[in-house]
């Protein structure tokens, strides 16, 4: 008759979680990662080294697990979690940006001759429609025919064109999430290519109308996948003729039977507004002869159109669930105008990185190797410890706009980037979590409820060469918090 055979490493791990049990009943923290989280950092090739962690009760007291949590690291786009808190802090929900136009001009029957000037207040989100019902409003005030040059003046934030000057951040400079920001940025100056093919043809299509503005678009068609529909196709050229015309050349290669969409930052800004003004200005039935350029408005310019944003509740969604880096900057921006004049630097940036700063140390927050750049995590500068990112959603769970904040972050397997994670996760539904992914980061940040209802304020960050990999490590964070 044979002997059962013990089972060694069985009754280890039982014994093991035994102790985590009776540790967590005790109020004790756990330093070492859960097995399930380990085990995706080494399926993963990662070192449990490149990871850093805190678990917390949403309402304070010891730790559930706390590893490597006071080490600055690149938080990628969780640093938007810091920006938007700090922001509705201090500024209010209710806080709105101003878009202006002013004139110092004559309006003679129809016709308004002299300056106009476009003042931008720093609106993260001026759209297309924004402008347009600006412009709209100007005709319904009886103007047909604009005898005026267009000023723009970007004086709210300094220096006025961050964007002239800097290297690029990545090998996608033109893409939408590399725009930079300034105090007067008209839908990101993107055009939006919609690209359609079938077997034997392709066709582009582009948005907004931009006064002459033309297509020569020679896509080769090919049998590849339409997801990957990027990997042969050339960023579009641009070529100025004398008359004035834009042609935007497309080349490379396109898939058979696919549809999609892209946005891409290819004209200068100036330029930009000047044709999508001219165009919708004709398509009123107006008349303009001037240009467009930059000037300062003068102290004795009069309001023509005011221009109210959205308000800063609505406007961290999207920053947040959408992870708008654009937007994330310009709010950052928008704090650094928001200090005292005294001791205010010239610099809007450096005036941002002080009102963060101000905010964590009121809070009592260590501010020990915290580095801000622009806010948005869309930096190989920025750092933040899991402590200290933890502590600031600690706080924002007492305040009396945590309604507002936590509505705006991804929910776990419904929506944002989290929407396909985690699906058969406990976690699933009762997960507010705010990612972050760069070349060398992965990171998530957030609130997770238990299955015993029990709320926790998760912080993870993974920084390595590979962290990409590291994703299923952080879903396994989450899963053993939530279940």
């Known amino acids: 008759m044979m002997k059962n055979k013990f089972n060694w490493t069985g009754f280890q791990q039982f014994l093991w979680a035994s102790v985590l049990v009776v540790a967590a009943s005790a109020g004790h923290t756990q330093t070492i990662l859960p097995e399930s989280v380990g085990a995706a950092l080494r399926k993963a090739g990662l070192a449990?080294?490149?990871?850093?962690?805190?678990?917390?009760?949403i309402q304070g007291g010891a730790p559930r697990l706390a590893m490597q949590d006071n080490r600055a690291m690149a938080p990628a786009s969780t640093m938007k979690l810091a920006t938007t808190l700090v922001a509705l802090e201090e500024l209010g929900p209710t806080f709105r940006w101003r878009t202006e136009l002013l004139g110092q001009a004559s309006i003679d029957g129809a016709i308004l001759r002299g300056k106009l000037y476009l003042r931008g207040g720093g609106e993260p989100n001026l759209g297309w429609d924004g402008l347009r019902s600006m412009f709209r409003s100007l005709h319904d005030q009886g103007v047909r025919h604009l005898e005026a040059d267009l000023m723009l003046d970007r004086a709210h934030f300094q220096p006025e064109r961050p964007d002239l000057g800097p290297p690029p951040f990545d090998e996608s400079p033109y893409a939408y999430y590399n725009v930079i920001p300034d105090a007067l940025v008209l839908n990101g100056n993107v055009i939006e290519f919609n690209l359609e093919s079938g077997d034997q043809r392709s066709s582009v299509r582009?948005?907004?109308?931009?006064?002459?503005l033309v297509i020569d678009a020679e896509l080769t068609l090919t049998d590849?996948?339409?997801e990957a529909w990027d990997d042969d196709w050339n960023t579009p050229q641009t070529r100025t003729a004398g008359d004035g015309t834009i042609t935007l050349v497309l080349r490379g290669a396109f898939?058979?039977?696919?549809k999609t969409r892209t946005r891409l930052?290819?004209?200068?800004?100036n330029l930009y507004i000047e044709r999508f003004l001219q165009a919708y200005w004709k398509e009123l039935g107006g008349t303009w002869t001037g240009r467009v350029g930059d000037g300062l408005t003068p102290p004795d310019a009069r309001l023509l159109v005011e221009r109210s944003s959205e308000t800063l509740a609505e406007l961290v969604r999207p920053i947040n669930k959408a992870s708008d880096n654009l937007m994330a900057?310009?709010?950052y921006l928008t704090l650094g105008t928001q200090l005292p004049k005294e001791g205010r630097s010239a610099d809007t940036l450096v005036n941002a990185n002080a009102a963060l700063r101000n905010w964590f140390n009121k809070n009592g927050i260590t501010v020990d190797g915290l580095v801000f750049e622009n806010g948005s995590g869309l930096s190989r500068l920025e750092r933040i410890s899991a402590r200290q990112l933890a502590s600031a959603l600690q706080v924002a769970a007492r305040s009396n706009w945590f309604a507002e904040f936590s509505s705006s972050f991804p929910i776990v397997a419904i929506d944002g980037a989290m929407r396909k994670r985690l699906r058969e996760s406990p976690a699933a539904g009762r997960a507010r979590i705010k990612t972050g992914t760069?070349?060398?980061?992965v990171a998530i940040a957030g609130y997770v409820r238990d299955v015993r209802n029990q709320d926790w304020i998760v912080v993870a960050f993974i920084n390595d060469p590979e962290a990409r990999k590291g994703r299923p490590a952080l879903d396994a964070l989450i899963d053993w918090v939530a279940g």
Do not use: F, I, W, Y
């Open 265 to 269: 930052n290819l004209l200068d800004r």
């Open 48 to 57: 449990e080294t490149s990871m850093s962690a805190l678990v917390l009760p």
């Open 329 to 331: 900057r310009a709010l």
């Open 255 to 258: 898939p058979r039977n696919c």
């Open 438 to 441: 760069l070349r060398d980061a």
């Open 206 to 212: 582009t948005q907004p109308p931009l006064a002459g």
């Open 224 to 226: 590849s996948a339409c």
